[in-house]
């Protein structure tokens, strides 16, 4: 069975940082492509950031520069380091995991967990 753990979330002012991990269970993390997305009250959810199981990163221009998606293998482990981080970053953040089996595609989630940029 699969599960996707996120943790690392809270509170932080404005101009901090928060490094967010996502903890998988199972054997796929090798060959999963993985992404973080988040979801902020009252809107939809978006892609923030993704990495594939050969390690090339994607991300939504307007965060270029301030996240950086990163995996390791050894820890069956995604994380998302966050820099300067700003009111508009409050939201909940999701692990996305997209594995292709020999029966398709299995998609997983994990349960978020909340960021809040405030002073």
């Known amino acids: 069975q699969v599960q996707l753990v996120e943790s690392g979330g809270g509170l932080v002012q404005p101009g901090g940082s928060l490094r967010l991990s996502c903890a998988v269970s199972g054997s796929i993390f090798r060959s999963a492509d993985m992404g973080w997305y988040r979801q902020a009250p009252g809107k939809q959810r978006e892609l923030v950031a993704g990495?594939?199981?050969?390690?090339?990163?994607n991300y939504v221009e307007s965060l270029k520069g301030r996240f950086t998606i990163s995996r390791d293998n050894a820890k069956n482990t995604v994380y998302l380091q966050m820099n300067t981080l700003k009111p508009e970053d409050t939201a909940g953040y999701y692990c996305?995991?997209?594995?292709?089996?020999?029966?398709?595609?299995?998609?997983?989630w994990g349960q978020g967990t909340q960021v809040t940029v405030s002073s």
């Open positions: 996305n995991a997209r594995y292709d089996s020999l029966y398709g595609t299995r998609i997983y």
């Open positions: 990495i594939t199981s050969g390690g090339t990163t």
